[in-house]
């Protein structure tokens, strides 16, 4: 089952530090989005990525940055760490930008910032 | 800005009693809609979907849910939950035309044996 797979599965970084995450989307899908899940809320969108550019973007500061690979691989680029960027950080694949809105998640990072 | 709501946080039931989890979404466009559920240490996955057509969908387990379009409401039902069904569950809409999603806060349901 090529699903959706990220990693790392766990990190602890330290304010001010950068963080990459890494997502490799299901078999056959062309198009990540990544989310970012506080305690007790649901996913929040961050940005969509499908040809390798930015196509979506949602309410998050430039410190979060991203790019795609040609074989659609993606990574998520968060600097200047906060202490609220403590997150589960989950990758959604899909197809052709996602027009129909299913997403196929992974088990997502979670990012610990101290 | 869309936004969408559900209810509940917090829901337990005893097994075999019925479930109903509200969702409501502000958006007055197009949307498609979802229920998404995450078992104990598993990732999110589809448990149904609505696009158009019939406004009652059966997905997963024995899981439906109803899109009632005057109330902006997409509620999820249950006849009998079961143990195995203690999960958290996200509702999502998707608005077509600007092609973004959006997640309400969750449910999570805790089924007693």
Redesign the interface.
């Known amino acids: 089952d090529a699903?959706?797979t990220q990693s790392p599965t766990h990190l602890i970084k330290t304010r001010g530090q950068q963080v990459t995450l890494r997502c490799s989307p299901k078999s056959g899908h062309d198009t990540v989005?990544w989310?970012q899940q506080a305690l007790?809320?649901?996913?929040?969108?961050i940005f969509?990525y499908y040809e390798e550019e930015e196509?979506?973007r949602?309410n998050f500061p430039d410190r979060f940055s991203g790019h795609q690979f040609p074989n659609y691989s993606s990574e998520l680029n968060v600097n200047a760490l906060l202490l609220g960027d403590s997150a589960l950080y989950?990758c959604a694949s899909s197809l052709g930008?996602?027009?129909?809105?299913?997403?196929?998640?992974?088990?997502?990072s979670r990012l610990t910032v101290l | 800005a869309q936004s969408?709501s559900?209810h509940n946080h917090h829901v337990i039931l005893s097994e075999a009693a019925s479930l109903e989890l509200g969702c409501n979404y502000s958006y007055g466009g197009t949307v498609?809609l979802?229920w998404?559920v995450q078992y104990p240490g598993?990732?999110?996955?589809?448990l149904l979907?609505y696009?158009s057509g019939d406004p009652l969908v059966k997905g997963i387990k024995g899981f439906e849910a109803e899109f009632i379009k005057s109330k902006f409401s997409f509620n999820l039902r249950k006849p009998s939950v079961q143990w195995s069904d203690t999960a958290e569950y996200?509702c999502?809409v998707?608005n077509?035309n600007?092609?973004?999603?959006?997640?309400?806060?969750?449910t999570t349901l805790t089924v007693k044996p």
């Open positions: 699903g959706v989005s989310y007790g809320q649901g996913p929040q969108f969509q196509r979506q949602g989950l930008l996602a027009k129909t809105g299913e997403l196929f998640f992974g088990e997502g | 969408v559900q498609n979802f998404y598993q990732h999110l996955q589809l979907k696009f996200f999502a998707h077509t600007a092609g973004k999603s959006t997640f309400g806060d969750g």
